[in-house]
């Protein structure tokens, strides 16, 4: 499914409701509550068995991605912010929680995602912070290269303030 431009206009969802979606080992999504499908403005049928990436919006660092899955696959939970991107191109931003699904026998199986309106004056911290990253992947001609120098940047300013991703994302 081919993306949209962003459109730069924002969406939003009521403080009492929260986006749900599942996914499979490899990002594809087996779950979509009906939250997700109403912002997102996708059918339940266009989002199951498609990789979740399918709402990444471009302004979001490649670097925070790889920062979550690195941490949900090593079987830690996660918060973040992240900005999503609608069928129609519009943008939505949630403090998202990620977790691994685990079966009985302590195996991943797959992952879960609850996500919440975040406080707008954390978004309006995070944006620059984001912009920054997004620079700096952008900054080499390789996007893994890029991707690595924007993760040693944040976990340099992860040190710099002594706290860890989360403990940061709670601090905004």
Avoid at 129 to 141: M, P, Q, T, V
Wanted: proline fraction near 5%; charged fraction near 25%; hydrophobic fraction near 35%.
């Amino acid at each position: 499914m081919e993306r949209p431009n962003p459109t730069g206009l924002e969406r939003t969802f009521a403080d009492h409701e929260i986006i749900v979606s599942k996914t499979d080992l490899k990002g594809r999504i087996t779950y979509a509550n009906h939250t997700f499908i109403q912002i997102s403005g996708f059918t339940e049928e266009e989002l199951l068995g498609q990789p979740h990436n399918l709402i990444r919006h471009p302004d979001m660092p490649r670097s925070v991605f790889k920062l979550l899955w690195d941490t949900i696959q090593s079987g830690e939970e996660i918060f973040a912010y992240v900005v999503n991107l609608c069928k129609n191109g519009d943008h939505y931003w949630v403090l998202a929680h990620v977790t691994p699904t685990f079966n009985l026998s302590g195996e991943i199986i797959g992952y879960h995602s609850s996500r919440r309106v975040p406080e707008r004056k954390a978004i309006e911290k995070v944006i620059p912070r984001y912009r920054s990253l997004k620079r700096i992947e952008g900054a080499s001609s390789d996007w893994r290269t890029g991707m690595q120098n924007a993760i040693l940047e944040l976990r340099s300013q992860l040190d710099t303030v002594g706290m860890e991703y989360d403990e940061y994302v709670f601090a905004l």
